[in-house]
């Protein structure tokens, strides 16, 4: 007579093992993904610095002239994920405004590929944004 109550199962050595090879492949993986990484988190800087350049444009056709504070043209930095509670991963500034041009800069506060270097963005007054620094 079978026992109804006797379950099969996966042995801990099996577990392990399959853990392992998962691990193996994510190791081999990884190199190739970081690009793509790289690429998603850039957007982040696309998008702020686009929006830095509308509210900079609508403070020159009010005012006559741009702006380096980003609290006058109504921009609020969101919290970096540097601080708690914070998920930006990039520190937007205005580096320098003129009666007749500005240029804003969007610069990493992670490095996300480990090289050393950190991704920097600017756009300009006539909304040329350009990646200055790759990562």
């Given at each position: 007579?079978?026992?109804?109550?006797?379950?099969?199962?996966?042995?801990?050595?099996?577990?392990?093992?399959?853990?392992?090879?998962?691990?193996?492949?994510?190791?081999?993986?990884?190199?190739?993904?970081?690009?793509?990484?790289?690429?998603?988190?850039?957007?982040?800087?696309?998008?702020?610095?686009?929006?830095?350049?509308?509210?900079?444009?609508?403070y020159?056709?009010?005012?006559?002239?741009?702006?380096?504070?980003?609290?006058?043209?109504?921009?609020?930095?969101?919290?970096l994920?540097?601080?708690?509670?914070?998920?930006a991963?990039?520190?937007?500034?205005?580096?320098?405004?003129?009666?007749?041009?500005?240029?804003?800069?969007?610069?990493?506060?992670t490095?996300?590929?480990?090289?050393?270097?950190?991704?920097?963005?600017?756009?300009?007054?006539?909304?040329?944004?350009?990646?200055?620094?790759?990562?």
């Amino acid at each position: 007579m079978k026992n109804r109550y006797l379950l099969s199962g996966f042995t801990l050595t099996e577990l392990l093992v399959v853990l392992v090879i998962i691990g193996i492949l994510v190791l081999i993986a990884y190199p190739n993904l970081m690009p793509l990484i790289s690429n998603a988190k850039s957007t982040e800087a696309k998008l702020q610095l686009e929006h830095v350049y509308n509210m900079e444009k609508s403070y020159f056709y009010t005012n006559s002239k741009y702006s380096t504070d980003l609290k006058v043209i109504g921009f609020e930095q969101e919290k970096l994920s540097s601080e708690e509670g914070g998920r930006a991963n990039y520190k937007i500034e205005v580096i320098n405004a003129t009666n007749n041009a500005f240029k804003a800069k969007a610069t990493a506060i992670t490095d996300f590929n480990g090289d050393g270097k950190f991704n920097v963005w600017e756009i300009d007054q006539d909304k040329n944004l350009q990646e200055t620094i790759k990562d």
